[in-house]
């Protein structure tokens, strides 16, 4: 389950270097910018809350089981890919906003919190909230999409 768990703070923590990085892109309004860094500022906080999980005993918050850990490592691989795209070239808002639009779709997919099975209450409140982030992140990426792709 810590490695579970451990890949799942990489995804997260990866996410954000690539929001951080595009936010860089001088081609980028200054609002869109802004909110990139928001949402890495978002994800670092997510995997602060995985780390979080990562300090009870094995088997007292989380059911201690085996899981899967392919599509997990799938994922942090292609968000990999991504970061170093993002560090190859500079992106206009088109590209910005529709490779977040990517990231939160297909990694949403496996937010822990449709994964994990939790003995504590809190915990599962908590991964909650973080599966209704990933939500709200998709939906101000497709506001932004509105705004600035007309």
């Keep these: 389950m810590k490695k579970y768990l451990l890949l799942c703070v990489e995804i997260e923590e990866t996410i954000a270097r690539i929001y951080r990085q ?8 200054s609002e869109l910018r802004t909110l990139l860094q928001t949402l890495a ?3 670092d906080d997510h995997a602060m809350q995985l ?3 990562l300090r009870f005993p094995a088997g007292t918050a989380v059911i201690d089981k085996p899981y899967d850990r392919a599509p997990a490592q799938n994922l942090l691989s292609r968000a990999k ?4 795209k993002t560090c190859r070239q500079e992106f206009d808002p088109r590209q910005a906003i529709e490779m977040g639009i990517e990231l939160e779709e297909d990694f949403c997919q496996a937010h822990i919190g449709n994964s994990m099975e939790f003995r504590d209450e809190n915990l599962k409140k908590m991964f909650a909230a973080l599966a209704q982030d990933d939500k709200i ?3 101000k990426l497709l506001d932004a999409k509105t705004r600035f792709l007309r």
């Design 41 to 43: 500022n978002e994800e």
């Design 81 to 84: 890919e991504l970061l170093e």
């Design 22 to 29: 595009m936010a860089k892109s001088a081609k980028l309004p």
């Design 137 to 139: 992140h998709s939906q």
């Design 51 to 53: 780390r979080f999980a």
